[in-house]
């Protein structure tokens, strides 16, 4: 069966973008060395950090992979390395207008294969909300991505308030996506900052926007957090139990049970586990775990949506709403437009596009 799928949770990149050193006087910025076809190397300061295939950076790639494993649409945003929130603001929020109008390009070139997640430069609230303006109103976004921290803000930070507000207000979804682990110590061996790592920084941005009153404050908010939520779920009776027994600890800037969130945001289905996954759709709820893969990178699903589609117990509606239908509502996206079964579409056609041309696509949100 061809079922419509629609990936929350992909990574992309500008295939070039300007020497970032050069550009703003100072290292620590990620560049793309193409060493050879098919493949490029992701630099900082001289120093390999990731080596990367085509598929990172080329729409026409990705639709071929895509088309493969049957994925119809990706929601696109950066690749976490690249938030640079630790950089000097007005650098970031350049930084971030040339991510977002590289997304906006690529949406624009083919508008029923993808849609975009734009970046912000959330160390500086004001300017954040300026470029989340621009992303939404201009460029047609649904939402944005943000790390799961800000330095040395947690998401519930009084001056990060602002943008939440400004998100709700606009209707902009937000996916939470775990970074800025720690590297050194401990963690050095076994590859721990991601297979541990991320799943602690995810819990504790969702245990900061709980505890810290953010979805009471801002109950319309729309939140999908990546990697199936980290380990909130699988903490969650830990997590009440302390706010039960220390409130004094926990419960000192909201007094609401924060298993009463659990329901209002999202995760992604990326937990590689079948009774993991049945576990998180039986917590977090079958309204609200969407399809995530993490392409193109390793720790992904490979075949994205194939865990869900092998889960017996899953009847045909509880797929699709893990597969399309939650996603097309955190979104707030027609499935009219997306799904080839109601819009005719069966071959994937590049529109006329000039990579020299200002952005102007036309907005992917259902109206």
């Not at 049957?70 to 000097?88: I, R």
């Not at 294969?113 to 621009?134: D, I, N, S, Y």
């Not at 706010?243 to 000192?252: G, I, S, T």
């Not at 117990?313 to 939650?326: I, Y």
Request: aromatic letters at 10%; a negative charge; charged letters at 25%.
């Amino acid at each position: 069966m061809n079922r419509l799928k629609i990936d929350i949770h992909n990574h992309i990149l500008p295939e070039s973008w300007p020497d970032l050193k050069e550009r703003y006087g100072y290292g620590g910025w990620i560049q793309l060395h193409h060493h050879c076809k098919g493949k490029s190397k992701m630099m900082k300061d001289g120093e390999l950090f990731r080596v990367v295939e085509d598929n990172c950076w080329s729409p026409e790639a990705r639709i071929a992979e895509m088309d493969e494993t049957g994925v119809t649409v990706q929601a696109l945003s950066t690749v976490p390395v690249m938030f640079s929130y630790w950089a000097e603001p007005k650098d970031t929020l350049d930084l971030c207008q040339i991510l977002n109008n590289d997304l906006a390009r690529t949406v624009a070139k083919y508008p029923t294969r993808f849609v975009a997640l734009g970046t912000l430069p959330m160390q500086a609230p004001k300017l954040a909300v300026q470029e989340l303006r621009r992303c939404v109103k201009d460029l047609g976004f649904p939402g944005i991505q943000v790390g799961s921290h800000v330095g040395e803000w947690n998401l519930d930070a009084p001056e990060l308030q602002p943008i939440f507000a400004e998100c709700e207000a606009l209707n902009a979804s937000v996916f939470v996506h775990p970074w800025d682990m720690e590297l050194g110590g401990r963690m050095k061996k076994y590859w721990l900052p991601w297979l541990v790592g991320m799943p602690g920084e995810t819990a504790t941005a969702i245990c900061s926007m709980t505890f810290g009153g953010v979805f009471e404050r801002f109950p319309k908010l729309k939140v999908c957090f990546a990697h199936g939520g980290g380990a909130f779920p699988f903490t969650i009776g830990r997590i009440e139990h302390g706010f039960n027994v220390r409130p004094d600890l926990c419960a000192v800037e909201n007094k609401v049970n924060p298993r009463k969130y659990v329901g209002q945001f999202y995760t992604d289905s990326l937990v590689h586990d079948e009774k993991a996954l049945k576990y998180l759709v039986d917590v977090i709820g079958r309204d609200r775990v969407v399809l995530g893969s993490d392409y193109p990178f390793p720790l992904g699903e490979h075949h994205p949506g194939k865990l869900i589609e092998s889960v017996e117990d899953f009847d045909d509606e509880l797929k699709d709403k893990l597969l399309a239908a939650n996603v097309l509502q955190f979104l707030g996206l027609d499935r009219q437009k997306y799904d080839p079964k109601l819009n005719g579409t069966r071959k994937t056609k590049a529109l006329p596009f000039s990579a020299d041309a200002e952005p102007l696509p036309k907005k992917t949100r259902a109206e």
